[in-house]
């Protein structure tokens, strides 16, 4: 993109909008050619505003085609407005006025899925974060919130469903085949959460009795085959209302609550007022067709959507940079909710691993930035694992240092306070702080500065004094909006474990003593302690930092054994396994023979044998690091290295521990009697970790255990394990049958024909790109729906990494070619898709330039803001 490069947008530049729009009418006439919508806007000069008797500038899109502008009543013509790429202003208007504008709108044509689209024969929108200017001209800004009525006009046979937010209150028949319905959402809110759909759906109905007494009706709209796939959402749905009045006392506010699954979606889900709208892959499910993990990932999304209804809604951001106000505390709590509802040790582990891997590799990228940002070019860009992720530890943070009541106080004042205006994270902190008493100064820098901290312990005990002595430093790297760092108020939970393994008494009967670092360097002492303690340091991941302590193979087996924090326990089985990872690929890399050192293969033997431990721990305990978590540590990141080791240590311990993984894996299986509840779904995560250690000894005799299951299963958690670890083996003709089979099985069903594709896009077989390629050849793929383009191109770039770093360049090469070809029709996927590429300075010279030299061919051609914000930091 060389003309005209996209301007970048400031947080300090904000200032109130100089006008307010009261009250919102929109009339919608659905056409297969073209839709034409009506507004009627009731608006006012902003009191609060100090820009005077400034012009008024709508924000519009190019493609809206302008049909008719009436100020109160009266046509405008072409000289009394002006109109640019991005708006439309009308100077000299008085303090309150009616504006009456009419446009016509292509959804048909609309590929971008933002704004107003049709998928699959319905037309369904996305507004947030600035797609309602595809819709209409109008302050498309959070901080304007108004009252919506929404009439909907569309032909009865193809649309017999009419939708929008709040309440429906009118429907009626036109004589020429149409009809139309009337909702009204009584609750203020800005465009970004304004929604409406239209189609052919089924309803599948359910109610919720709130803890006052009062029921909503609960709907969730389908196509007709997904019929058969709604009961997990729905239950879902209920256990996240009643949780809300439970741990926040939130109640729901509307008397109908609406749920519809999409197939063409950027993202999970949106949390549009009272009529959510969900990717189809984020709702829909049932045993034959989705695996366990999806299931709870169902239930958090659901979860995550509802909550929204308070933080987001009711109360909701006054800028884009104050994205983290509702996504990182609305993340903090479906967390919770996800960790109430199952095992909340394993949701900790799994939320810290995608934290340490992706979000900390986004905090060492180009595009590191803080939760709360300073700057953007394209806001869609944003909605990241720091804003998110990073932005929910930053929220647990609080919770950890104000404890659970003083918490929920905060929280209650924040609604309370804040309810229906658009607020800043800081109201959300001063909340917290005035309702705790507790400072939370040193605190805010969290929100204002990138970067991962490093967080140094060392110790030493005098056992004459019986002082146990921790000294703790903080650094964080530079990022790209600061080289210097200001120490941040990191809570670090520690326990001392005595030479038994019990925790020791820190004061009080206390076993864990959160410590308060909050400078560069700080020592900690602990008086009255008998004999040399071992620490465990950073219980339950209490804050999201790095932490370095020199544990030795033999300290970091017994906190294995003996932690009562279990996460620690996880953790400390993490680091021994990533220790001897980091020698054996330097052993490789030198061209040293590999040798598995003992200590692993005793740890991983105590834990198959503890009979005591729940399955579902013993699994995660079982998970090698990640090849993303191992390249996350790096200092250079070799790809094959990393891979080739990782497949070495399965191997190896797959050879000594045999016998222990097959009665794992015998012990757990369960045939024909498929259950999902929290027992059923352990046990099968552990059967399933034992076969993919078996599978690798690449034995005849194994491989027809898979094959077994893979044929016989009545559930797609073990149909789709079988696959992929038969689909990634090296039995041929096997791995081919299965995959075929599984496509004459379920080729009907899209999205499980999107984990095939996955399968086999994530196979580290030096034949996956072609597969890919040729797979993108079918009639079954299409450019674009995002879901088909995450499952192949997605995962093959973004999980696949020893096969997208082939030493050729070839998969840097086909991925700016779909890019630049995405790039046209959906800005949003193909700058998301950008991102493996964007971490080329964390590879060799060789890759490097490689990289280098696609992102600038990227670079030459002409970009939506979305790509060119992602490729031209990642090239600065
Ligand atoms: N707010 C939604 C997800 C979402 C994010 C970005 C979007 O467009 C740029 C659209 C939707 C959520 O957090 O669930
Ligand atoms: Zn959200």
Redesign the pocket.
Known sequence: MSKDNPRAIHLKDYRVPPFLIDRTELHFELGEKATLVKSRLSMRRNPDSDEGDAALQLHGDTSLVLRRLQLDGKDLSVSDYQRDDESLTIAQLPDNFVLECVTLIKPQENTSL?GLYKSNGMFCT?C????FRKITFYLDRPDVMSVFTTTIVANRQDYPVLLSNGNPVEQGEQEDGRHWCRWDDPFKKPAYLFALVAGKLEQVDDSFTTQSGREVALRLFVEPQNLDKCDHALASLKRSMAWDEQVYGREYDLDIFMIVAVDHF??????NKGLNIFNSSCVLANPATTTDAGFQRIEG?VG??YF?NWS?NRVTCRDWFQLSL??GF??FRDAEFSADMGSRTVKRIEDVSLLRTAQFAEDAGPMAHPVRPASYIE??NF?TLTV?EKGAEVVRMIHTLLGAEQFRKGSDLYFERHDGQAVTTDDFIQAMEDASGIDLGQFRRWYSQAGTPVVEVSDDYDAEQRRYRLKVRQHCPATPESDSKQPFHIPLAVGLLDEQGNDLDLGDGQTTKILHLTEAEQEFVFEGIDSQPLPSLLRGFSAPVKLRYPYSAEQLVFLMAHDSDGFNRWDAGQRLAVDLMQGLISDYQQGRELVLDRSLVEAYTKVLSDRSLDPAMVAKLLLLPSEAYLAELAEVIDPEAIHLVREFVKRELAQALQGLLMDAYRHNRSEGDYQLNADAIARRSLQNAALSYLMTLEQPRILVLAQHQFASADNMTDQLAALSLIAHSGFESERQQALSEFYQQWQQDPLVVNQWLSVQATSPRDDSLTQVKALMAQPLFDLTNPNRVRALIGAFCGQNAVQFHRADGEGYRFLADQVIALDKLNP?IASRLLTPLTRWKRYDSRRQALMRAQLERIMAGELSKDSYEIVSKSLA
């Open positions: 933002e996305q947030e974060a600035e797609g950027n993202m999970g889900a949106m949390e999304i995550h959507e929204h987001g509702k996504e609305t993340v806001i869609s909605y998110y949003q």
